[in-house]
């Protein structure tokens, strides 16, 4: 195991998105973890692609707070005279 | 909280109101219909901007959302939130209206990808840390309107990608549906619209030596 090559930064990176899934096979498991115990880079790389999601999260989610979200009037007299004309 | 139904008062109100506004809405009351848009059209507004980011188009889609919800509205199961139904609608309206942008060229993406040295190394390498977890950054009061902004940069069929699976929640196989593509494509698409925001983002909140 231990004479095996490592995997490749470009290669850790590629798979990401299966590993965080739980998509990816057990062997490869394996692998990426055994790169990520000798690359600070890849550790970094994977801590902010995980603060990404969830600050992407956080961003959104605020936006759906009702709080100042107003319709502006314009869109409500544009509604109510397109409604008229269909009723 | 009620013996008899298990659910808390207020949440009963709100129930009994929105299945007396349903009513009202199904009888064609126009007050009823425009309750409803002051009730609900700013956030939807919101939801549609971000998915369609030009305010002209985002405003014709709330339209079409309220005027598809009235047509429907004998449809509309009451075990469901109007809110929840609303909401859905919208994302609708704008997956479609994206369709129809994509017909058009898109921006690529490939600039905000991580690029490899022969090695397999990344051409910046090494990766930076940032200042702290998105808890500590959001403490901040511009975290949020700098992640939007960098989420507003991405090309169309990414950001809506993001939107679907990691705002909206959808899983894979019904993101894969809404927007007419394979479960693959998805994800493959997922992963590099994080990449690209990842790299929008790292400027902003990479750690920087200290003196």
């Not at chain 1, 999601?53 to 314009?74: M, N």
């Not at chain 2, 139904?5 to 425009?34: H, K, M, W, Y």
């Not at chain 2, 690029?115 to 998105?134: D, L």
């Amino acid at each position: 195991m231990a004479d095996l090559p490592y995997i490749t930064c470009r290669e850790l990176i590629e798979f990401l998105y299966l590993y965080l899934e739980g998509e990816l096979p057990p062997d490869r498991v394996v692998e990426f973890e055994r790169h990520l115990s000798v690359c600070d880079s890849c550790v970094h790389y994977l801590a902010t692609y995980k603060e990404t999601i969830a600050l992407g999260k956080a961003a959104c989610a605020e936006l759906d707070s009702p709080v100042g979200d107003e319709v502006p009037e314009g869109l409500v007299l544009a509604i109510r005279s397109s409604l008229r004309s269909q009723i | 909280m009620t013996p008899d139904t298990g659910i808390p008062a207020g949440a009963r109100d709100e129930q009994g109101s929105e299945r007396d506004l349903v009513s009202r809405l199904r009888r064609g009351d126009e007050d009823a219909f425009e309750h409803l848009v002051r009730e609900h059209g700013g956030r939807l507004l919101v939801v549609a901007r971000r998915f369609l980011r030009e305010e002209e188009e985002a405003r014709d889609a709330v339209q079409e959302c309220f005027l598809s919800a009235f047509r429907a509205m004998d449809r509309f199961d009451q075990a469901s939130r109007l809110s929840t139904w609303l909401h859905r609608i919208v994302v609708n309206a704008c997956l479609m209206r994206l369709r129809t942008r994509r017909r058009k060229p898109e921006e690529p993406i490939d600039e905000f990808l991580p690029q490899f040295q022969a090695n397999g190394h990344q051409v910046r390498h090494p990766t930076p840390e940032w200042e702290g977890s998105a808890e500590t950054l959001l403490a901040r009061r511009e975290t949020r309107s700098i992640v939007r902004e960098a989420i507003d940069r991405l090309p169309d069929s990414y950001r809506a990608v993001l939107l679907l699976r990691d705002i909206e929640e959808l899983s894979t196989e019904e993101a894969a549906q809404s927007l007419g593509v394979t479960a693959n494509a998805v994800k493959i698409r997922l992963h590099r619209a994080r990449q690209a925001l990842r790299t929008l983002l790292e400027p902003r909140f990479r750690r920087t030596a200290s003196c």
